[in-house]
């Protein structure tokens, strides 16, 4: 399958640079496979396409400030030591691999190993211990305090590079750490939003609470890898990145319940769809060596167990969606990863066209934009 076959032209005027007024005012575009029809509503719409005794899965990963700024200490000849000062780095960071050892992208002139970094108003120190592809970093990081607690004050928030703030104000970067976030963020390690859940406020959950919508999380930290661009020529050869993800046994437990009932998996974003398909193809894959009859009732019922590990999961067509019935998800960048994934769920050609009907619509795209619902 060609990577071609997933594109389309984005005016850039449609691409949101700002998050709606009212998180569930944003628009929502409804596609029905089963007729391959549109509808337009908003977001706070939701109930009236819902049934009770549906299980909305949301992802409660939440983002961390993860871009810090600061300078290269020098280390050159005298003139430079006695400066003290080298050039300016911007760090991104991704995920500790080990207490104080973090995997960061890097931003700075000819970075080389042993290269020794100032963060955040001389907060934190850091020290280059590898040079990899893509401006990937292994950093070696001292601070006196938490991490976590210097990156609350002087952290950014990792807006995605299609999201322009050349000189964002105190106001702009309060708007940003607020709204670059679900309501029901809990667990940090994300440097990405999963975007489908900035939509939900406190009363569109108790409105579908009350319409008999049941709702359960998981885990998937976003990395970003998920801006990554398919860079192939055939959608077979793209790989993505790793993510750490965990599901509870609680969230198992409902889904299976869920799927016994009749009810239907609804997945809020990409994120979640890539962990609950993840953790059924391994359980399958476990179970593969039981009888067929266990096979088979496993898979009927989801086979969604609870657990964690690192999924590298990538969905396009054709694929066969053992958990997930149907899914909020925003609008994605041409020829993506993540566009390949809701045209394994809705069909290439629906979703294109789908597309195209935004367009004409002038629906806002990407993170901070408008979304789709696809049942």
């Known amino acids: 399958m060609k990577t071609s076959d997933f594109y389309y032209s984005l005016p850039p005027e449609l691409i949101a640079q700002q998050p709606s007024s009212d998180r569930a005012q944003a628009r929502m575009m409804v596609i029905q496979r089963a007729t391959g029809t549109f509808d337009h509503g908003r977001v706070a719409d939701l109930p009236a ?63 080389k190993p042993g290269a020794r970094l100032e963060l955040a108003g001389g907060q934190v120190q850091a020290e280059v211990l590898a040079v990899k592809d893509e401006g990937r970093v292994t950093l070696r990081f001292r601070h006196k305090r938490p991490l976590l607690e210097i990156l609350e004050t002087d952290g950014m928030p990792p807006l995605p590079p299609y999201i322009k703030r050349t000189s964002a104000n105190a106001m702009q970067r309060a708007v940003d750490r607020e709204r670059y976030q679900t309501i029901y963020a ?3 390690g994300a440097v990405a939003a999963p975007t ?20 359960a999380a998981v885990t998937l930290h976003v990395g970003p890898g998920t801006f990554k661009p398919v860079t192939v020529a055939e959608v077979e050869q793209h790989r993505v990145d790793a993510e750490r993800y965990t599901v509870p046994e609680v969230t198992a437990r409902l889904i299976r319940e869920t799927r016994a009932a009749k009810g239907r998996i609804v997945a809020v974003g990409s994120t979640v769809v890539r962990t609950l ?18 096979h088979s009732a496993v898979t009927a019922h989801g086979a969604v167990v609870a657990s964690q590990g690192r999924s590298d999961l990538f969905i396009y067509p054709p694929y066969k969606f053992r958990v997930v019935d149907a899914l ?44 789709m619902l696809i049942v």
């Open 49 to 111: 396409f819902l049934r009770p005794g549906d299980l909305l899965v949301v992802n409660d990963t939440r983002v961390i400030p993860a871009r810090l700024y600061g300078h290269k200490i020098a280390t050159g000849g005298p003139v430079h030591r006695s400066l003290g000062v080298g050039g300016r780095v911007e760090i991104l960071l991704i995920e500790e691999t080990a207490p104080g050892i973090w995997e960061a992208l890097l931003r700075a002139r000819h970075p």
């Open 186 to 188: 809990r667990n940090p």
């Open 196 to 215: 489908a859940g900035l939509h939900f406020t406190e009363a569109l959950l108790t409105t579908l609470e009350q319409h008999g919508v049941h709702r």
């Open 277 to 294: 398909e993840t953790v059924a193809a391994d359980h399958e894959s476990v179970v593969d060596h039981d009888s067929v009859a266990e």
């Open 328 to 371: 909020l998800t925003n609008f994605h960048l041409p020829s993506s990863s993540l566009l390949m994934m809701v045209s394994a769920l809705a069909g290439r050609e629906l979703i294109l066209r789908a597309y195209a009907e935004a367009i004409r619509e002038r629906y806002r795209f990407y993170s901070y934009g408008d979304c």
